[in-house]
């Protein structure tokens, strides 16, 4: 049959496929420079991992480095016995390296490293699949902005806009007067979006997040820290968590 004359797409741009191999090259050596270039490592390990809060993180130590993901690599970098290891000692923190962990390298006191992890807990709205830190309810009667977080005198009436995506969502209000309405029986206070421990879905997640209750919180909790000058490695206690050595 005679090729077809039709018109047919063609791409002008290009897409290159990542390297993978050169990109566990780099972050190897990036490592083993780091291990003699700053003075302290530090293993950390984050808690509902949040990009926006992580790049903070790298903002707030541009003279540093920080690495976090590809831990079989890290631990490659770091040694896993005294005859690999890039740095004396360096090999007892491999342990340390599985789940959300990464590295930071840094010349700051450690002190001052420390008391920043300690202050630097931002909280975020929650994710479908998680559990609830707390319990979340909207109050009965007049249906306000931010459902009884503040106090009224501060709040404001929810939008009537928002009522019919409200009562898609499971929540039984209605408009009265171009003001949305929640109205149950008299012996219930409100409506129950969640109960503290309960696993959340993603109707609940959105609830929350159109009331503005942030109830996660993300944290980067320090495992370990390494002192190039001494070799020395410190197991650190965050928050009640102990890591043995």
């Known amino acids: 049959m005679p090729r077809s004359k039709r018109a047919r797409v063609v791409h002008e741009s290009k897409t290159t496929k990542k390297d993978h191999k050169e990109q566990t090259r780099r972050l190897y050596a990036n490592i083993r420079e780091c291990l003699e270039e700053y003075d302290t490592m530090f293993v950390f390990a984050v808690d509902n991992m949040r990009n926006t809060y992580l790049k903070d993180v790298r903002t707030e130590f541009a003279d540093s480095r920080v690495f976090f993901g590809k831990t079989k690599v890290m631990a490659v970098a770091l040694g896993s016995n005294p005859e690999t290891e890039a740095a004396p000692n360096v090999h007892r923190l491999t342990p340390y390296l599985a789940g959300a962990v990464g590295l930071l390298f840094t010349s700051r006191p450690a002190e001052s490293v420390i008391n920043y992890f300690e202050n630097f807990r931002p ?11 707390r319990s ?9 902005s931010r459902a009884g977080e503040i106090a009224t005198e501060q709040d404001e009436p929810i939008s009537h806009t928002m009522e019919p995506a409200l009562r898609k969502l499971g929540v039984p ?21 969640c109960k503290e421990g309960e696993t959340l879905d993603s109707r609940q997640t959105t609830l929350m997040k159109m009331f503005g209750v942030t109830s996660s919180e993300f944290k980067v909790d320090l495992k370990a820290q390494w002192s190039r000058s001494t070799g020395e490695i410190k197991i650190l206690e965050q928050n009640g968590m102990e890591v043995d050595a």
Do not use: C, H, S, W
């Open 173 to 193: 209000t209605r408009l009265v007067k171009g003001k949305v309405m929640l109205e149950l029986t008299e012996d219930q206070e409100g409506y129950q979006v």
């Open 136 to 144: 979340f309810m909207i109050p009965n009667g007049l249906v306000y």
């Open 123 to 133: 909280m975020d709205f929650a994710r479908a699949g998680t559990e609830a830190t």
